[in-house]
């Protein structure tokens, strides 16, 4: 089985910053993508950011220019570095890897638990 866990989430106040880790442990043969997702009360979880494992990135255009997602192939860690929070970006910070475990020809997608991010105004 594999694991992703999230770690890194707190109380910020707007303009500051948070650096947020997720490492997937488990039985990995090989990690294809690897995003940050969120979901804020009332809405629907949504994609924050995501990057492949040769690098390549997308971001929402809500946070694009504020965030930076980075992956160390070699820990299986992907980090979020959030500048400039607002408090919109108030939400649980979900981790998911795209794994492909040891002794499969498939990749599955992975959630970690959660971590909180909350912004003053």
């Known amino acids: 089985q594999v694991q992703p866990e999230e770690s890194g989430g707190g109380l910020v106040q707007a303009g500051g910053s948070l650096r947020l880790s997720c490492a997937a442990s488990g039985s990995i043969f090989s990690i294809s993508a690897m995003g940050w997702y969120r979901q804020a009360p009332g809405k629907q979880r949504e994609l924050v950011a995501a990057i492949t494992s040769g690098g390549s990135a997308n971001y929402a255009d809500s946070v694009k220019g504020r965030f930076t997602i980075s992956r160390d192939n070699a820990k299986n860690t992907v980090y979020l570095q959030m500048n400039s929070l607002k408090p919109e970006d108030t939400a649980v910070y979900y981790c998911?890897?795209?794994?492909?475990?040891?002794?499969?020809?498939?990749?599955?997608?992975?959630w970690g638990q959660g971590t909180q991010v909350t912004v003053s105004s």
């Open positions: 998911n890897a795209d794994v492909r475990i040891t002794g499969s020809y498939l990749y599955t997608g992975y």
